[in-house]
T-cell receptor, first 115, second 112 residues
Framework: GAVVSQHPSWVICKSGTSVKIECRSLDFQATTMFWYRQFPKQSLMLMATSNEGSKATYEQGVEKDKFLINHASLTLSTLTVTSAHPEDSSFYIC???????????FGPGTRLTVT | KNEVEQSPQNLTAQEGEFITINCSYS?????LHWLQQHPGGGIVSLFMLSSGKKKHGRLIATINIQEKHSSLHITASHPRDSAVYICAVDKFYGGSQGNLIFGKGTKLSVKP
């Protein structure tokens, strides 16, 4: 089946620093990728929709200047958490939508801990 | 009220039992997904369906669009099936697909 990778799988950073998370579709093209966040014991929540070659669409309440999304190619989207704070500690998951089939495939997730 | 409701929240079964997890939704959808999340957090997509029934190994997913309800069945359950099962609907959203709304998940524990 289709594979989506995320890197890194986990990261610990200090408050005030920035962290970049990569999401790659390994065997299909994805014009659209999605970034989700999951806090402990809660559902996944959509943060933003990333479209190749255009600006991301952010959900209400998600700061676009804090969570920078870049979708520079059909197989790669990046999420940069800028000036991270402890409350940004969470599990970040991306998914990629196959441009041909519209099926959505999930990455394994990145656990971010901000100290 | 959540747009996607799952039941039960927690489920404990003995190995070999037939398991059913239910999902009800209240919005128009283009598709419904069943996902599996293991303790490490990684998510695996089990099914995407918009009508009828799909089967993959011991897993069966059904959807009734009129009743806005879907079920995930696991036959001959095994301890390795222990995970959180999440229902997510692909809501009609300006004509585009992929904007998922997630249920809170059903935590399944299968005892040997």
């Amino acid at each position: 089946g289709a594979v989506v990778s995320q890197h890194p799988s986990w990261v610990i950073c200090k408050s005030g620093t920035s962290v970049k998370i990569e999401c790659r579709s390994l065997d299909f093209q994805a014009t659209t990728m999605f970034w989700y966040r999951q806090f402990p014991k809660q559902s996944l929540m959509l943060m933003a929709t990333s479209n190749e070659g255009s600006k991301a669409t952010y959900e209400q309440g998600v700061e676009k200047d804090k969570f920078l999304i870049n979708h520079a190619s059909l197989t790669l989207s990046t999420l940069t958490v800028t000036s991270a704070h402890p409350e940004d500690s969470s599990f970040y998951i991306c998914s990629a939508m196959n441009s041909g089939s519209y099926e959505q495939y999930f990455g394994p997730g990145t656990r971010l801990t901000v100290t | 009220k959540n747009e996607v409701e799952q039941s039960p929240q927690n489920l404990t079964a003995q190995e070999g039992e037939f398991i059913t997890i239910n999902c009800s939704y209240s919005v128009g959808i283009s598709a419904l997904h069943w996902l599996q999340q293991h303790p490490g957090g990684g998510i695996v997509s089990l099914f995407m369906l918009s009508s009828g029934k799909k089967k993959h190994g011991r897993l069966i997913a059904t959807i009734n669009i009129q009743e806005k309800h879907s079920s995930l069945h696991i036959t001959a359950s095994h301890p390795r099936d222990s995970a959180v099962y999440i229902c997510a609907v692909d809501k009609f959203y300006g004509g585009s697909q992929g904007n998922l709304i997630f249920g809170k998940g059903t935590k399944l524990s299968v005892k040997p």
